[in-house]
Each structure stands twice: as structure tokens, then as C-alpha cells.
């Protein structure tokens, strides 16, 4: 008796007392992997630390549901509560089955155990010593530490494969769930893991783990851990694996973030994931003009956050797929038009104001510039509001020209955040207003979000950092642009009475389309939403005749639709101040009621104080015809004349002056190779004659769509001009110079 007391006494000292011979291995928790946010909580995406793996924060034994504990007792440690760290009946029934067997089938480690192996790491066969030691270890931590918080430690620092390491990271990269919504399935799944993440990989082969879980399932019920019945379902449930679930969504927007302190985006994870599918579904339509990408910034009016935006056709793409189509700077094409007519607007211009789309030319320090409408024809006399809404490049020039130029609009465009535009605005002339100068989707987005606000600027964000609302344009200005870009009927003589803009509520939308078709744009707003789009090729090879309405008008369509599918569209409220009345769209006068009848009129809207002079018996003949000033004369002759009888001219003076309006005497030239055609072709333009004949001696001068151009070369010119009828002639010089 006495030997066994003192065998006792040696066996409860080795068991209580060698443990505290040996140094228990840093216990504290790991540092959590940076894991971003969308604006719900929900992860976009989880970057790797330093040891190229993704960690969680620690969680803790009450965030982890009784299922999920379940699951991984009954996989790895049924007694866990029940031992001191070394379970020695499992030791003695895994010594008895080898035995048995003669080689090792089986193994006893505990919890505590594959913890202590987790956080002391070794290289090569682990000797009796080191397992003798890790055992003392796992016996000492059982002593020091809870059962609760060993086994939250664990599921904190076990390795789930794929670079997942930590239960909560698991959860999220498998399944796109929390912890708190797995089922008894996907529990017994990721219990399954730990034992060998490599062989048994979700994303390669996920029925290759599914006899495991099975059997783990299996074990739960038979600790009474499942009913029969969750048992069955359990074993009924089909796993679905999401390859990039709370791993990789918005990836350009993580890309963008890396390295700042927040973590919490404002990105939407529904809609984000709604507008990659929009994308990804009409780029396979365009795929046979040769659209490769596209790009889409959603930004939420009120607060200034970028509820979605998609960067590219597929962050994996090899042709470009990781470049971020929202920031690389592209040609906008004429979607910067509607900020020259709001600082027309600004300088006393009203919608009804009339501009004559007709050839014109302007000479610069570098060469002519003669302004091309998309259509490669002209409109005559119109309304500001019909060549806003038509996109008229003819008409914006003239508009710009009028209200002081490129430098006016450029100072405007870089006040609202258009960044990339450093050049002086000499650089950019006329040309800026139809997008000669690139800009980056997500700021010029943000400029429409502030039209939307009627001149209320906030910073776009994509995390909810501080921000200021300031005025930077007019209120009742920015109605006017945006009742101009919501007027389908404005729009309908270029794109149609049913083009992809037509929306089932009222939405501004305005496109725009590069030299080339290499860029197109759509981008416009409600009152909550503003959606840009951009759609072109990162190798800036062109599309085959994908202009803005074609290409990114479908896209704007669609994110616009999907918004408001279960939120009702809303328009900014009627600023105080602004009055509707008849116009004639030919002169742009207003049609009181002591004006006489007018064949053609529509109603427009105008700031109080500012409406248009007064139609008069002056502006029409007898027939009820309008008559237009003496530069409309060869356009209403021609075949482009879309208002027919509609209109006229004045009726000729008796003696009409002869005289050259373009170009003036002296002009001086240089061609240019960065403008089509070297900007060797002058447009020739005279008043006093119905019927000019050109010619010159050393220039060729043809007649091109009914408007007479000389093809210039080096030298100096003489032109002359004769009008047959009274014998009269002019002449003119220019000057052209090789660039």
C-alpha cells in the first residue's frame, strides 16, 4: 500500500507539478489580416499579412455558435471538457488500435495539443522529445487557461486552407456568411478542414471532403449534439462554394484603399455585385465591335459615397483587367457640353436662345479649326436647348466662343474637381467642350452629382470620411441643364424618339464619344443617384461604330432601372423663381398673346425676368414662314434643311454689299498634323450674294455638302469671290505655313 501511495503521489506531482517546468509559447492573438468592408459589414475583400495568409480578428468562445463548437469537438476532440489538455483514454485506445494494427492509425491529440503544435512550428519528423515537451505545454495551458478560451484560441489560429486561417475567415471565404448564419452542413464542412486543408479543398473538389463531414455530422448526433431530424436535413444539404465570397468583390476599390487606416467602405455589396453582372452581360454583346471594358461609378447624391463602382470587364482579365477604368484619365467626348451651357446660362442666355449649326471656322495658333457635328451634317437654326439635347459639337463651340472661350470653361471644370485638366487654356481652345481634354470617369461623375444637387458640390468618398457641402453653380442654372438633359423630346431629331435614355421616370442623361470611337460615356442623375459610365479598350485600339448611345447608354439604362426597381425615382424639387411660356424654337422668341400665329412653337422654361424678346409680325412673311438672318441662305437650300418650308431668309437689298466674312485679309495658317486633314481645309463664307463663285490661282476650291472649301498647301494665297448677278468681286489673302 505504501508503494502505491508513493507511486500516486509521483503521478499526481508529474501531473500537476512538471507542466510548470516548461515555458508555455506566445499566447497572445494574432494580428488580424486588413479586411474591407462594404457599407453593411459585409467583406469585399480580405488582404493576406505578411506570411501571405488571411486572418481574422480573434473571436471569442460566445461568438461562436453551439453548432459550429459541436462540429469541431466531433471532429477533433470529443472530450475536450472533459480532460486536463492530455486525454488519456484516448492516448491508451490509440496505443491499443496501432498496436493492433501494427502502424499507426490512429492518434490522440487534444485541442490543447494541435494549439501548442500551432503556435511552436517545426521543420522535419518531430522527435518523442519535442512531443514530450508540446504535451507538458498542452497540460500547463489546460491549468492556466479555460476550456472556453482554449478552444476560442483555436478556431482564432487554426489554418482552414487556401490562406484562411481562423473559423470567422473561413466562414466568410467559403461561404459568404458569418459565423452566425452556418448551417449544421457547412459547420461539419469546415470542421472537416483542419485535419488536411490541402487535400481536402473546397474550391478544387468539394466532394471529396463530403465523406468526412458526413461522419462528423454522423458524430454529432450521436453525442446528441443533432436531433434525427437536423441530422437528415444536414445530410440533405447541398454546399455551395463561393470561389471569391467576402474574398474579392470591388476589387478595384480595395486596390484603390490599400494602406489607409479605415477599413469601412461605402460601397453597397448587392449593388456592387448587380452592376458587375450588368457590365460583364452587355460587354458580350458588344464583344463584336471590339469593346473590351468598361467602367461604372455609382455615387449617392446626399451624402457624396460611391455606392459602386466596377473598374474594369473582370479584375483578371490579361487584356487590362486590373486597371481601373474609373480613374485612368479618357477623352469625354461631348459629355463636358452641358457645363458650357450652364455658364451660358450663368451670362444671360436662356434655353430659347438660337445658335446657327452651320459651317464655321476658327483660326488658331496652331492651324483652323473647323468644329465637325457627329452626324457630319448641319441644323440650321436651334434652340440651346435642342443642341445641348442633341449634342450638337457645331452649335457648343459657337457657345463657348460666345461666353469667352476655353479659359471660362476650363477654371469652371477644375473648380468642380477635374483634376487631370493641367494645362493652360490655350492648350485645350474651343476643343475643350467636346472633350478634347481627358478626364477621369469618377471625378467627371461627381461634377453631374453636383448638377444634380442644382450647384451643391460635395467630394465623391469611398469611405465615410468628413466632407463639406459647398455652392459652386447656380441653382435655377442647373435646373435648366437638367430639365434640358431629362427632355427626351429635346434630344429626338439626332438620337430617336426611343433610345436606351428613354427611362420609365425622369432621368438627365447625356452621352459623349471620342475621335475615333475610341471612348464613349454616358453619365446622368436623378435626384438620389448619379451613374457615369465609360466603355472603350485600355490599348486604346478603336470600337467599330460604338458610340455613347450604343455602348454606355445600355449599361447607364440598366444600373439606372436596378436602382429604382423597388425605390421610387425622384426629380430635384422646382427651385422658386422659374416660369414656363411658348416659344418659336425657329427664332427663340416668345409667343405672348399679342404675338401673331405661329405654325410651330413648344414651351419653355425660363428665370423669372429673363425671357426672350417678344415674336413679332417682323419675324414672319406672309406665308407664316420664319425668317432667318442672311447666313441661313445656302442652309436652306440645301438637303440638310429639316424645317423645309418652315423657314426663309430676309428679302435681299436692293444693292447688296459684296463682302468676304472668312477669312479676313492676312490670315496666317499652320497646318497642323494633329488636326484631320493636316487642317488644310478652309471653309470660305461672303455676304451680298446668293450665289458666290470662288477661285483662286493657286488654290483648289471645291464644293463640299453645298459649302465651297479650299484645299490649302504652303504659301501665300490670293481668293477672289464674284457675285454673278452684279458683276461685283472681292478679295482676300492668307498665309499657310508647314507646322
Not at 461561404?175 to 470542421?191: R, V
Not at 457615369?532 to 445600355?554: E, K, L, R, Y
Request: charged share 20%; with cysteine; glycine share 8%.
Amino acid at each position: 500500500m505504501k508503494r502505491l501511495a508513493i507511486l500516486a503521489a509521483l503521478l499526481a506531482a508529474g501531473w500537476w507539478g512538471l507542466p510548470w517546468l516548461v515555458e508555455l509559447p506566445d499566447l497572445k492573438p494574432p494580428a488580424a489580416s486588413p479586411v474591407f468592408l462594404a457599407r453593411d459589414g459585409t467583406p469585399l475583400r480580405h488582404l493576406l499579412d505578411e506570411n501571405g495568409t488571411r486572418k481574422a480578428s480573434p473571436v471569442h468562445f460566445d461568438e461562436i455558435p453551439a453548432v459550429m463548437r459541436h462540429a469541431m469537438l466531433a471532429a477533433e476532440d470529443k472530450r475536450f471538457f472533459f480532460h486536463g489538455g492530455i486525454d488519456l483514454l484516448a492516448i491508451a485506445r490509440a496505443a491499443w488500435d496501432n498496436a493492433r494494427s501494427g502502424k499507426i492509425v490512429s492518434g490522440a491529440s487534444t485541442i490543447h495539443q494541435q494549439l501548442i503544435k500551432n503556435l511552436t512550428p517545426q521543420r522535419g519528423r518531430r522527435s518523442f522529445g519535442v512531443k514530450l515537451q508540446e504535451a507538458l505545454q498542452a497540460r500547463r495551458l489546460a491549468m492556466s487557461w479555460s476550456h472556453e478560451e482554449v478552444l476560442a484560441a483555436y478556431l482564432s489560429r487554426i489554418s482552414f486552407g487556401n490562406n484562411l486561417t481562423g473559423i470567422a475567415t473561413a466562414a466568410s471565404g467559403y461561404f459568404h456568411k458569418p459565423l452566425a448564419d452556418l448551417t449544421p452542413a457547412e459547420c461539419a464542412l469546415l470542421a472537416a478542414l483542419p485535419q488536411s486543408p490541402t487535400r481536402w479543398n473546397p474550391f478544387r473538389e468539394v466532394n471529396s471532403i463530403l465523406p468526412r463531414q458526413r461522419t462528423i455530422l454522423e458524430k454529432m448526433h450521436a453525442q446528441g449534439w443533432l436531433s434525427r431530424e437536423q441530422l437528415q436535413t444536414a445530410l440533405a444539404q447541398e454546399i455551395v462554394i463561393h470561389r471569391f465570397s467576402g474574398g474579392f468583390v470591388a476589387p478595384h476599390v480595395v486596390e484603390t484603399l490599400k494602406g489607409s487606416e479605415s477599413t469601412h467602405t461605402t460601397i453597397d455589396a448587392l449593388l456592387q455585385h448587380q452592376v458587375e453582372i450588368i457590365v460583364t452581360q452587355r460587354l458580350v454583346a458588344l464583344q463584336p465591335k471590339n469593346v473590351g471594358h468598361a467602367a461604372v461609378v455609382v455615387i449617392e447624391n446626399a451624402s457624396g459615397n460611391v455606392l459602386a463602382l466596377v473598374g474594369s470587364r473582370d479584375f483578371f482579365a490579361k487584356d487590362g483587367g486590373q486597371i481601373n477604368g474609373s480613374w485612368v484619365p479618357r477623352s469625354p467626348g461631348s459629355a463636358l457640353k452641358p457645363f458650357t451651357y450652364l455658364l451660358a446660362f450663368e451670362s444671360g442666355a436662356t434655353p430659347s436662345n438660337i445658335v446657327a449649326d452651320l459651317p464655321i471656322e476658327f483660326i488658331t495658333a496652331t492651324g483652323t479649326y473647323k468644329p465637325e457635328n457627329y452626324a457630319l451634317r448641319h441644323f440650321g437654326p436651334m434652340t440651346y436647348r435642342a443642341a445641348l439635347g442633341n449634342s450638337l459639337n457645331i452649335s457648343a463651340v459657337r457657345v463657348l466662343d460666345r461666353i469667352g472661350g476655353a479659359k471660362t470653361l476650363l477654371a469652371k471644370l477644375q473648380e468642380l474637381g477635374l483634376s487631370t485638366l493641367t494645362e493652360p487654356f490655350e492648350h485645350y481652345g474651343l476643343g475643350l467642350t467636346i472633350g478634347n481634354a481627358p478626364v477621369r470617369l469618377i471625378e467627371l461623375t461627381n461634377a453631374y452629382a453636383t448638377l444634380a444637387r442644382l450647384g451643391l458640390h460635395k467630394p465623391w468618398r469611398l469611405q465615410n470620411t468628413p466632407s463639406d457641402m459647398r455652392r459652386l453653380l447656380p441653382e435655377k442654372e442647373c435646373y435648366l441643364i437638367a430639365d434640358i438633359l431629362s427632355d427626351n423630346q429635346a434630344r429626338e431629331r439626332v438620337f430617336g424618339a426611343h433610345s436606351p435614355l428613354r427611362l420609365p421616370f425622369r432621368c438627365a442623361a447625356k452621352t459623349g464619344t471620342s475621335t475615333s470611337f475610341r471612348d464613349n460615356w454616358t453619365l446622368g442623375f436623378t435626384a438620389d443617384f448619379t451613374v457615369g459610365v465609360w466603355v472603350g479598350n485600355f490599348d486604346n485600339t478603336p470600337m467599330q461604330d460604338v458610340s455613347g448611345i450604343t455602348g454606355a447608354g445600355p449599361i447607364f439604362r440598366d444600373v439606372m432601372l436596378h436602382l429604382h426597381e423597388h425605390r421610387a425615382a425622384q426629380w430635384p424639387a422646382l427651385p422658386t423663381g422659374l416660369v414656363r411660356a411658348r416659344i418659336d424654337p425657329r427664332t427663340g422668341h416668345h409667343l405672348t398673346p399679342q404675338a401673331p400665329p405661329s405654325r410651330l412653337s413648344r414651351e419653355e422654361l425660363f428665370i423669372i425676368g429673363n425671357l426672350p424678346p417678344p415674336a413679332t409680325a417682323a419675324d414672319y412673311d406672309n406665308r407664316g414662314r420664319a425668317i432667318l438672318p442672311r447666313e441661313y441662305a445656302a442652309w436652306i437650300s440645301s438637303r440638310e434643311n429639316w424645317l423645309g418650308d418652315l423657314v426663309t431668309v430676309a428679302i435681299e437689298e436692293t444693292n447688296p454689299q459684296l463682302r468676304i466674312t472668312h477669312p479676313i485679309p492676312g490670315t496666317v495658317i499652320r497646318l497642323d498634323p494633329d488636326i484631320p486633314g493636316n487642317g488644310s481645309h478652309l471653309l470660305l463664307q461672303a455676304e451680298g450674294t446668293r450665289a458666290p463663285r470662288w477661285s483662286s490661282s493657286s488654290l483648289d476650291i471645291r464644293l463640299e455638302k453645298g459649302y465651297p472649301i479650299a484645299h490649302l498647301k504652303p504659301g501665300r494665297h490670293e481668293i477672289e469671290v464674284q457675285d454673278p448677278a452684279t458683276g461685283q468681286k472681292q478679295c482676300t489673302f492668307v498665309i499657310v505655313h508647314e507646322q
